[in-house]
């Protein structure tokens, strides 16, 4: 069974940073794209960013851009998520999430068939 475990995660405060980290369990890791993903209660899960197997594309949504960082192990079957500059509206549920695929570009939930169990980050101002 394909399992993703998260780790990080926390409290911090605005300009503070965070590091998230998401451990693969199946060798075919590197053969997928691998993403992260943020939702807040009663909202629909949203995009964040987004690396190739090669970790050599990235995607990233508008509103971290230059802020986030993806980055990938394929010899640890690992995925992080640096972020820094931390901002209130960045607070939320952070989940990681794989497919099947070489391009990124695919910025829906639907598309992803493996997530994590999800780590609350919170941002104060």
């Known amino acids: 069974q394909v399992q993703l475990i998260q780790s990080g995660g926390g409290l911090v405060q605005a300009g503070d940073s965070l590091r998230l980290s998401c451990a693969f369990s199946e060798r075919t890791f590197s053969t997928r794209i691998a993403a992260w993903f943020r939702q807040n209660p009663g909202k629909d899960r949203e995009f964040v960013a987004a690396?190739?197997?090669?970790?050599?594309?990235?995607d990233y949504a508008d509103s971290v851009k230059g802020r986030f960082t993806i980055s990938r192990d394929n010899a640890k079957n690992t995925v992080d998520l640096q972020m820094n500059s931390l901002k209130p509206e960045d607070t939320a549920v952070y989940y990681c999430a794989v497919r099947f695929g070489v391009r990124v570009g695919l910025r829906s939930s639907a598309d992803y068939a493996y997530w994590g169990q999800g780590t609350q980050v919170s941002v104060s101002s």
């Open positions: 690396i190739n197997w090669s970790g050599g594309s990235t």
